[in-house]
């Protein structure tokens, strides 16, 4: 059976220019295909309706009756998104599926396609049997509980990828709460009764004055039976308000932590200066005491890399599981394995960097295989390219690991500006899907060698307020945090910086096991705020070079913030 986090999630939106998928058509499509917690495609497309769209849609979605006359008919997108379902294993995903679900049926009909035979998660009802009762499950409050800025209300896309987030951030509650692991369990619990498992009333009484004293701030918390045994691990933006969730009986609890409620006796709980370190505390804490009521799964589940072996002479992408100390390069961490390759699949389609491991530097002369015939390998095997002009198909593969930078869908805009007016609708779509692609694509950090888990995570917290938190991050673990605001002295925390980095008591040479954890955990946060923190390494910087460049982010940020 399938894991929940190996299979395609495809994340569906439709913006329609009515609410009966009758009288009604689709005015524009949203396919954002989601895998391992990675958002891996997204393909967007306007369609004609051929009907006038209703003023009061026109305002809340920005599509004009202009947009639409000019936009490609039902029967040149809906066989790309037939394409997107067809994928093995595919989930069709929507908020309130029934409604985008009905409104595709009609349009694959129009297009003269057979009804889809995919199976279908609604993330409403989803949402409903796993979330507390007193969250509202509508798009936009639930992209506020979760954190998640949603681009572009309203159109399918930004409402799409936003969807697609959320589902991530569930999925992973599903996986920690109820031991939802694969596919099945996955698609029969979004119709499971909904069920409360009270905390009995003596355990309520037990806790009642830990409860009153919770204060409502970031922070970890953990439950401990009779002997002080670690049962459970959480984490909260508000624990006062997360905790006690567990003890209130009108809100849903999982059969699990129920059972572990009934268990526990103590209560202990850390407190955070933001949702990033508590996040960062929770899997440190989470890692040392492996507690039975957190998923197994999330303790000790190792995150593959992809490794840049730039220590060939002519270098190839390989899935690797741990950093070696090294001159290669390595990128991740990632959800799962079927992430990364899907990576590597972009960078063989788009370079012809080779796609075998035989070692050239022999010198022996080997006969070129099929990705040559095929013109998809450069064959450095057969010595017909230079290293050279073969280091240019590297740093093509090296730009896609190190994500594109702006001037990239730039150009891809401009190219879809001249091509506007043309009827090469085929070409359009295409360059729609890449740019899409482009600006949702995961940010992956890159990872020279172990001594690139030493890091500096520069978080703003307080926009108004103008407050910075600094995240130490050593040999791959959360260390220190600590606030800096408008009128702070820096040199405290620039004191702990030298201290752990650069004393002569600091080693940060020595392999660490949680690095993948831990970044993993940055990688998630920063991909969910683009826009909001950055992250520092170390490297082989000098104490001065990294002090430095901290000061200047600060100093940047705060800027940001006030202007």
């Known amino acids: 059976m399938s894991s929940i986090w190996e299979i395609p999630f495809i994340v569906v939106d439709v913006e329609t220019s009515g609410s009966n998928s009758i009288e009604n058509r689709v005015m524009e499509i949203a396919c954002v295909t989601t895998i391992g917690g990675e958002i891996t495609n997204v393909f967007s497309s306007l369609i004609n309706p051929h009907e006038r769209i209703p003023p009061f849609i026109a305002n809340m979605t ?188 009108e809100i849903m609890l999982s059969k699990k932590l129920g059972i572990m409620i009934r268990n526990a006796e103590f209560l202990q709980w850390y407190e955070n200066d933001s949702n990033i370190s508590a996040i960062l505390f929770e899997a440190k804490l989470i890692n040392k005491y492996n507690p039975p009521y957190n998923t197994a799964e999330k303790i000790f589940r190792n995150y593959p890399y992809i490794k840049l072996t730039v220590d060939d002479s ?53 006969e070129s295989c099929y990705f040559y015939r095929t013109g998809k390998c450069a064959a450095p095997c ?77 978080n703003p917290v307080s926009e108004r307020e103008k407050i910075i938190e600094l995240i130490i991050i050593k040999q791959g673990e959360f260390i220190h945090s600590e606030l800096i605001g408008k009128r702070s002295n820096l040199q405290h925390v620039l004191k702990i910086i030298s201290k752990e980095f650069y004393s002569n008591g600091s080693d940060s040479s020595k392999e660490n096991h949680s690095d993948s954890r831990t970044l993993r955990t940055i990688n998630l946060y920063l991909n969910k705020n683009k826009d909001y923190g950055k992250l520092i390494y170390k490297t082989d910087k000098t104490e001065a070079e990294f002090i430095n460049e901290i000061i200047s982010q600060i100093h940047n940020i705060k800027y940001k913030q006030s202007t």
């Open 62 to 249: 920005g599509i004009t009756d202009t947009m639409t006359n000019n936009a490609p008919e039902a029967h040149d997108v809906i066989p790309r998104v037939e394409e997107i379902f067809n994928q093995k294993d595919a989930i069709f995903v929507a908020h309130n599926a029934r409604f985008d679900w009905s409104f595709v049926v009609e349009s694959f009909n129009l297009a003269g396609l057979p009804k889809p035979q995919i199976p279908r998660l609604c993330t409403l009802k989803f949402a409903r049997r796993l979330l507390p009762k007193a969250i509202k499950k509508n798009l936009g409050d639930l992209a506020t509980y979760f954190n998640i800025t949603i681009k572009d209300r309203h159109r399918a896309t930004g409402d799409a990828v936003a969807t697609a987030h959320i589902l991530n951030e569930m999925l992973e509650i599903a996986e920690q709460e109820h031991d939802i692991k694969n596919i099945y369990d996955l698609l029969k619990f979004q119709n499971k009764t909904i069920r409360n498992f009270r905390a009995p009333a003596y355990q309520i009484k037990k806790f009642e004055q830990s409860l009153e004293q919770l204060p409502e701030t970031p922070g970890v918390f953990q439950f401990q039976d009779s002997n002080k045994n670690t049962l459970y691990i959480g984490r909260a933006a508000s624990l006062k308000e997360k905790v006690n969730l567990f003890f209130n009986n």
């Open 382 to 458: 057969e010595n017909i390219i230079s290293k050279d002009d073969y280091i240019q198909e590297v740093n093509a593969a090296r730009a896609i690991l190190n994500n594109y930078a702006d001037d990239p869908v730039n150009k891809l805009e401009q190219q879809l500006d001249l091509l506007a007016a043309s009827v090469e609708k085929t070409k359009i779509d295409s360059l729609r899907t890449e740019i899409n692609l482009l600006r949702n694509k995961p940010q992956y950090l890159l990872l020279k060698n172990n001594r690139n888990n030493d890091a500096v995570l520069i």
């Open 314 to 366: 002519f270098p190839y992408v390989e899935i690797c599981f741990k950093i070696e100390d090294n001159k290669n390069e390595y990128y991740g961490p990632f959800k799962n394995v079927a992430v990364a390759h899907q990576i590597i699949k972009l960078i063989e389609n788009k370079t012809k960097i080779r796609k075998c491991n035989i070692n050239l530097q022999k010198g022996e002369k080997i």
